[in-house]
């Protein structure tokens, strides 16, 4: 009998040590990139695969573009839209064909972009004749989908995923209050957040406050169980399931 029971120890114990730790993996996006050559420096520095939000309507956005290219970073269009401003910002009521002239012209501006995100967007993320459009476009030009989620009435990543357009959508922003101590907090929610449901997307401005706190914290990531992750691979591990704040049994709720 005692040997029957060391041996089963010995089973169990072999099993748990072969059984794979549970992953947390974490992606960070910087946005509003191109506007200062100091904070695209500063932010371009930051270890990792940080990913480089770039607006097109800023004085530095095609050579920050190849610079963050050329840096091994994954860049991605910060695509302006209503109530953001500006010749490249979408808004409801434009034809089709000027959204198209304008995605365009941003995407020229914006040289190496693997996909886009919005940049404000809280009113045309919500037009779904719109968003259906740009998530076929997409997927015909094999760029993938950010969905920075300035809204609840987003419909932007339900139209990805009904149309399987590679896409993730946000999960914290780490700056709305912009004090080191609010943004580390925010830091912390999503290290928590990627524990629970295995990922977390953060969305980051490069104030000084948040550069400061992401050059810090970012080395310690891996001590607190959690690898940062670039989109690409994110977007495969998380393989257009929505998140449970987004949606229910891996759908998102703005069918």
């Not at 040997?3 to 960070?28: E, R, T």
């Not at 300035?150 to 339900?158: G, H, K, L, N, Q």
């Not at 925010?186 to 050059?215: C, D, F, N």
Request: with cysteine; hydrophobic share 45%; proline share 7%.
């Amino acid at each position: 009998m005692r040997y029957l029971l060391c041996l089963l120890c010995y089973l169990l114990v072999g099993v748990a040590q072969a059984a794979p730790a549970s992953k947390a993996y974490m992606s960070i996006i910087i946005d509003d990139l191109g506007q200062s050559t100091e904070r695209d420096s500063r932010t371009l520095a930051l270890p990792g695969p940080v990913t480089m939000a770039i607006m097109p309507d800023t004085p530095h956005a095609s050579d920050f573009a190849r610079q963050a290219h050329k840096a091994h970073k994954t860049v991605i269009l910060h695509m302006p839209m209503d109530p953001a401003t500006g010749p490249y910002a979408w808004h409801p009521g434009l034809p089709l064909p000027e959204l198209a002239s304008r995605l365009d012209a941003a995407l020229a501006k914006v040289p190496y972009a693997a996909g886009i995100n919005n940049h404000m967007g809280s009113r045309m993320t919500a037009q779904r004749e719109a968003m259906t459009w740009l998530m076929g476009e997409l997927q015909h030009r094999h760029l993938f989908f950010v969905d920075s989620r300035t809204s609840a009435a987003t419909v932007a990543a339900a139209e990805a995923q009904a149309q399987d357009v590679a896409h993730v959508s946000r999960d914290v922003f780490l700056d709305d209050v912009r004090t080191p101590e609010a943004i580390a907090g925010q830091l912390q929610l999503g290290i928590a957040m990627a524990r629970k449901q295995g990922s977390a997307v953060l969305i980051g401005h490069p104030y000084p406050q948040t550069l400061e706190v992401l050059a810090r914290e970012i080395p310690r990531l891996r001590s607190q169980g959690v690898e940062l992750i670039g989109l690409k691979q994110m977007i495969a591990e998380r393989g257009n399931q929505a998140m449970p704040a987004h949606g229910k049994h891996g759908r998102y709720s703005n069918r």
